[in-house]
T-cell receptor, first 112, second 114 residues
Framework: KQEVTQIPAALSVPEGENLVLNCSFT??????LQWFRQDPGKGLTSLLL?????REQTSGRLNASLDKSSGRSTLYIAASQPGDSATYLC???????????FGKGTSLLVTP | DAGITQSPRYKITETGRQVTLMCHQT?????MFWYRQDLGHGLRLIYY???????DKGEVPDGYVVSRSKTENFPLTLESATRSQTSVYFC?????????????FGAGTRLSVL
């Protein structure tokens, strides 16, 4: 069974800092990996998707990398802002159309 | 409106009652999913569907029933609600093969079973 782990579980940083969120998974035979953002009481918003053949994806201040052989992904957030405060979830997909296996998330607080 | 919508957004019910949570998507996505989110467990798969009239169990299916008579709808029914089914329920969809397989989520239904 695919296990997905996210470290740290919670993180507090001052505004302006660059930060890295970590995700690891036990089965390297993934189809893709998706990073989501979840605001309190809200649904999940897809941030980035990395196909298994890719090494990284970028969107604005966000950069996600994937090292499939070692079972790791990182989400890099540049120049953090208070509006980035949310829970970030990592999820892996074993094949097209399959359900996602989620980590438990990293709760991020960016203080002004 | 385009997208994936869930209803109701909030529901309070009593133990033993039947409850149906609705999910509707406008993209004609083949694949649809129901997850539940609980503190300490993260999101776990309840049921999924690869197409109309094709459904299968996920990690935590006990006490739930699904149907999918139309591609766009995927209702989840709690046959006899229990307190352990108090949770936040999310529906998701994806186009599957030939697409990027991005999963899109509804806003969720917060269910309390008293």
């Amino acid at each position: 069974k695919q296990e997905v782990t996210q470290i740290p579980a919670a993180l507090s940083v001052p505004e302006g800092e660059n930060l890295v969120l970590n995700c690891s998974f036990t089965d390297s035979a993934i189809y893709n990996l998706q990073w989501f953002r979840q605001d309190p009481g809200k649904g999940l918003t897809s941030l980035l998707l990395i196909q298994s053949s890719q090494r990284e994806q970028t969107s604005g201040r966000l950069n996600a990398s994937l090292d499939k052989s070692s079972g790791r992904s990182t989400l890099y957030i540049a120049a953090s802002q208070p509006g980035d405060s949310a829970t970030y979830l990592c999820a892996v997909n074993l094949d097209s159309g399959y359900a996602l296996n989620f980590g438990k998330g990293t709760s991020l607080l960016v203080t002004p | 409106d385009a997208g994936i919508t869930q209803s109701p957004r909030y529901k309070i019910t009593e133990t033993g009652r039947q409850v149906t949570l609705m999910c509707h998507q406008t993209w004609s996505h083949s694949y649809m999913f129901w997850y539940r989110q609980d503190l300490g467990h993260g999101l776990r798969l309840i049921y999924y569907s690869a197409a109309a009239d094709i459904t299968d169990k996920g990690e935590v299916p006990d006490g739930y029933v699904v149907s999918r008579s139309k591609t766009e709808n995927f209702p989840l029914t709690l046959e006899s609600a229990t307190r352990s089914q108090t949770s936040v329920y999310f529906c998701a969809s994806t186009g599957g093969m030939g697409t990027k397989n991005i999963q899109y989520f509804g806003a969720g239904t917060r269910l309390s079973v008293l």
